[in-house]
Nanobody, 126 residues
Framework: QVQLAESGGGLVQTGDSLRLSCAASSKDPFSTKAIGWFRQTPGKEREGVACIDSGDGIIEYVDSVKGRFTISSDNTDNTIYLQMNALKPEDTAAYYC??????????????????WGQGTQVTVSS
């Protein structure tokens, strides 16, 4: 069983930065081969934002966040981070951490991982 716990959301202004954290725990380390972030606003489908596969050295982002968001991992405590800079009102969403035993990073825009966290809200005011 995989457990993912997000933290770090909040209310910020346009241009501000925020860092999200995702603490991952699993009895089977292969269940979290690739971990990433999705976001969702009411009435819209969940959108893949970023993915990291540390074992294969793969990092991918959706085009709308390239150059502003950075995903990283700390393998010492199984935590994934999403550093978000130059935030825009359109970044407002519930952000979810997600993991899968398959390496889905090359398909960040379309793949739906098996394991999900509960989400953390990010609100960017204009």
């Amino acid at each position: 069983q995989v457990q993912l716990a997000e933290s770090g959301g909040g209310l910020v202004q346009t241009g501000d930065s925020l860092r999200l954290s995702c603490a991952a725990s699993s009895k089977d380390p292969f269940s979290t081969k690739a971990i990433g972030w999705f976001r969702q606003t009411p009435g819209k489908e969940r959108e893949g934002v970023a993915c990291i596969d540390s074992g294969d050295g793969i990092i991918e982002y959706v085009d709308s966040v390239k150059g502003r968001f950075t995903i990283s991992s700390d393998n010492t405590d199984n935590t994934i981070y999403l550093q978000m800079n130059a935030l825009k009102p359109e970044d407002t969403a519930a952000y979810y951490c997600a993991a899968d035993r398959l390496s889905w990073c090359r398909h960040v825009s379309s793949y739906k991982p098996d394991y999900w966290g509960q989400g953390t809200q990010v609100t960017v005011s204009s």
